[in-house]
Every structure is written in structure tokens, then in C-alpha cells.
């Protein structure tokens, strides 16, 4: 007997040609039994949307592709457990045949958007609505009306408990009294990541808390470089549930006080220079000794020897029970251009070996 007769050996074969969706295609007909492997990993996650920088692809024609294949063979569409969407890039034709495909087994969904059209409103919110979803990421990059912005937070599934919120413009306020009424309980959110460069992304946050998001079970918090709304008081008052907090050192941010946050275990802090350990070691020395309770402590960055070294005796002076939980990486710093290059023009890869856009936070 072959071990590729084997289905477990064969999938995790054919998950080595992720970054090969041709190979995987002619895998699928190689032969009856390699047909459902090779198809689960090549619809595994669809990407419909562009990157800055990187590889230009028409993706409405992708779309169509696509759409003629689910429907040629409708079991595909239960393959689909992740998609990544921008509206912008289909025509009203396909993003309508898209979002009124079913994905009985749809889990991850992010989408990008600047200044959707209603039908391209509709078809988001068709989309988050979906049963089965647990994680969502929406990056919006600029305004638009108050009205489409609160609905699609309406629309979100009861059973999405991860979120990245990524208001990278002026996002419009919820209003004190609402023009649509929001019938639903508030999502109760385990892991949230979220960067907004403008104070009115907090607001909005903070004015959408109760009636859209609830915190009071929020595990994992991630904040980028803008770590310093991590006083404020939507993220104060879940500090004492957090257990995984992430953020990016940025020398217009500096000191932050993290002392509220007693109940964190895993610390991970990313620096672009040694000089941002300084500011590091100053964070670090805000969180009471008496109940600190972090069990790993990650620093990366394209961090030298002579850095690294400096943080360890640093730690070792100041703060020494942390130095056993201390792990420190070295990364290569890749410009942003250079790295939207080198991303395959179909998919992304996670290190679970699935494709799928940004981090396992």
C-alpha cells in the first residue's frame, strides 16, 4: 500500500504545494481519490482582494472563475472556510452572484472597502451575517455614511467572538439616538485587534461598546503602534480579563502604563530598533511585582546582539523574575513594498499551513 493511499499523508503532501494552486489543480486529477484533498486545500481560503504594492491581478475575472466552479460543482462552496473581499474590485454582476452564494462552512472573512456603493453595502452585510463565522476583520480607509458603517456592525453574526477592527480614516460616530435600531445582543468578544490612527476610531469604539461589542470577556488584545489607547477607558475596563496582550513600540507613542493589566500571561512586544528596548524595559517596570503573573515575555525586531544582551542584564538588574520567561527574536525588517512583492498573486500562507491574510492572534 502507497502511503499517499493514506489520506492523512496524502493531505499533508499536498499542503506543501500551497504556494502552487497550478500543482494543486493537476493534483486534483491525478487520480479520484486525490481529487477531494487537493480541493479542500486549494478553496481552503479565496482571495478577492488587492494588495499595495504587490502583484496586480483582475480580480473580477478571478470572481467569475471562481463563480463558474462553485457552480459547475456545488460541494466547493462547503470547502470555503476562510475569504478575503474588497468590493471595490468586482462588478455589481459578480459581487451580487458572490455574496448570494452559500458558504455553509465559512469561518474567517475580511474585508476591505473605501466608499462602497449600496449594492456593495448589501453584499458586505450579507456576508457577515453568515451563521457559521467566528472571525471578521474589517479595514475601512476612509468615511462614509454613518448609516452603512453602523449596519454592517448590526449585521454581524451572534457567533463571531475574534474581531480586527482596522478604521484607517475618519470613521463616522454611532449616534446618541441610532437611525437604525439594533435588535441583537451584543457580541461577546474573546480576542480583539485593533489600530486606528485617528482618536475618532477609539470613539467610535467606545460609543459602539454595549450596544454592538461586549468586553467583559475579552483574552486577547493586540494595539499595534497606537498601545497608547490602552488607557482608555473601553480597554481599562477589561483589563482584568485580558491574558494576551500585543502591541508595536513607536517612538511618537513612549511610555504607556500597564500596570491595570494584572491578569495578562503572554507579553509581546515588537520593536524596529534597539533603541526602542529602552522604552520597552520602561513598560515592562510599570507591572506590579507583587501580581504579575506573566508567564512569556516576547520581544522581536531586527534587534542586535549587543541589544539583546543589554535587555537580558537589563532585566536581570530590574525585573529578574521575568528573565526566565524572556524570549527574544531577531527579525529581518522588510520593507513594506518589497514584501506586497513577494506575496504569491493567489493566496497568503498562515504557519498552520492554510492561506489566510495577517496573524494567528
Not at 453595502?121 to 456576508?127: D, F, N, T, V
Not at 507613542?253 to 524595559?281: E, F, M, P
Not at 520581544?299 to 521575568?322: E, N, Q, V
Request: proline fraction near 6%.
Amino acid at each position: 500500500m502507497s502511503p499517499l493511499e493514506v489520506p492523512e499523508i496524502l493531505d499533508q503532501c499536498l499542503g506543501h504545494l500551497l504556494d502552487h494552486p497550478d500543482a494543486l489543480l493537476a493534483s486534483a486529477l491525478v487520480r479520484r481519490s486525490w481529487t477531494f484533498p487537493a480541493q479542500s486545500n486549494l478553496f481552503w481560503h479565496v482571495l478577492l482582494a488587492d494588495y499595495f504594492g504587490g502583484p496586480k491581478v483582475d480580480l473580477d475575472r478571478r470572481c467569475t472563475l471562481l463563480l463558474a466552479s462553485l457552480r459547475a460543482s456545488s460541494h466547493l462552496s462547503s470547502l470555503i472556510r476562510s475569504f478575503e473581499l474588497s468590493t471595490e474590485c468586482l462588478s455589481p454582476k459578480n459581487l451580487t452572484a458572490l455574496v448570494s452564494t452559500s458558504l455553509p462552512r465559512l469561518h474567517t472573512l475580511y474585508l476591505a472597502y473605501t466608499w462602497p456603493s449600496e449594492l456593495a453595502a448589501k453584499g458586505m452585510r450579507q456576508l457577515l451575517s453568515c451563521p457559521t463565522l467566528k472571525h471578521v476583520q474589517i479595514r475601512c480607509s476612509s468615511g462614509d455614511s454613518p448609516d452603512i458603517f453602523q449596519s454592517l456592525f448590526e449585521s454581524l453574526s451572534p457567533g463571531v467572538t475574534r474581531m480586527e477592527f482596522f478604521p484607517v480614516g475618519m470613521v463616522p460616530l454611532v449616534p446618541e439616538t441610532p437611525t437604525l435600531v439594533y435588535r441583537g445582543a451584543p457580541l461577546r468578544i474573546e480576542s480583539f485587534r485593533f489600530t486606528a490612527a485617528y482618536r475618532r476610531g477609539v470613539l467610535w469604539l467606545e460609543s459602539a461598546t454595549g450596544r454592538y461589542l461586549d468586553f467583559t470577556h475579552l483574552l486577547r488584545l493586540s494595539m499595534g503602534v497606537y498601545y497608547h489607547y490602552l488607557q482608555a477607558p473601553l480597554f481599562l475596563a477589561a483589563a482584568r480579563t485580558i491574558e494576551v496582550l500585543k502591541f508595536d513600540t513607536n517612538k511618537d507613542t513612549g511610555i504607556v502604563d500597564i500596570s491595570s493589566y494584572t491578569c495578562v500571561k503572554t507579553l509581546c512586544v515588537s520593536c524596529k530598533t534597539d533603541r526602542d528596548l529602552r522604552t520597552v524595559s520602561r513598560i515592562i517596570q510599570s507591572i506590579p511585582r507583587s501580581s504579575c503573573l506573566i508567564q512569556k515575555l516576547c520581544i522581536s525586531g531586527p534587534l542586535s546582539d549587543s541589544g539583546i544582551a543589554d535587555m537580558r542584564d537589563h532585566l536581570a538588574a530590574t525585573y529578574p523574575a521575568l528573565l526566565d520567561v524572556l524570549e527574544m527574536q531577531y527579525i529581518k525588517p522588510v520593507d513594506v513594498r518589497e514584501r506586497a512583492a513577494s506575496i504569491p498573486e493567489h493566496f497568503i500562507r498562515n504557519p498552520s499551513g492554510r492561506y489566510t491574510l495577517g496573524n494567528d492572534f
